[in-house]
């Protein structure tokens, strides 16, 4: 990072990131950056970490997994969401098919399943 924290401002020194930043808490985030990963972690511990794992295309997901997960084959993340079912691929976010942690789901479709419904309505108007 830049300097300082940028996770915390002030009312009076508000929150402002340069690209650098953002760039790093961005990896941060999807556990891209090796700071947050936990390769004895499962596939769904991987899934929730992240909120969802974009699955329009199956071999994607596992590539997703793999990415966060060293050793992760695309066999364990189908293991995982036929096998164990702890893993679920979901419309649930912007439109498009993501891989989430089965115990996720309902929260999920519950949260966001009105805002993209709303979307898809005014789409056909």
């Given amino acids: 990072m830049a300097s300082g924290d940028p996770l915390h401002g002030t009312q009076a020194d508000p929150l402002t990131l340069d690209l650098e930043d953002?760039?790093?808490?961005?990896l941060r985030a999807q556990r891209l950056d090796g700071s947050g990963r936990d390769?004895?972690?499962?596939?769904?511990?991987?899934?929730?970490?992240?909120v969802g794992l974009q699955a329009q295309d199956m071999r994607a997901a596992a590539l997703g997994v793999r990415a966060r997960l060293a050793g992760s084959t695309a066999s364990a993340v189908e293991r995982a969401r036929l096998?164990?079912?702890?893993?679920?691929?979901v419309w649930c976010m912007r439109g498009t098919l993501h891989l989430v942690a089965a115990e996720d789901v309902r929260?999920?479709?519950?949260?966001?399943?009105?805002?993209g419904l709303a979307r898809s309505a005014s789409m056909g108007r």
């Fill in 22 to 26: 953002a760039r790093a808490l961005l």
């Fill in 39 to 50: 390769d004895s972690a499962s596939v769904a511990e991987v899934a929730r970490a992240v």
């Fill in 83 to 89: 096998g164990e079912r702890s893993v679920a691929r």
């Fill in 107 to 115: 929260w999920l479709v519950a949260l966001l399943g009105p805002v």
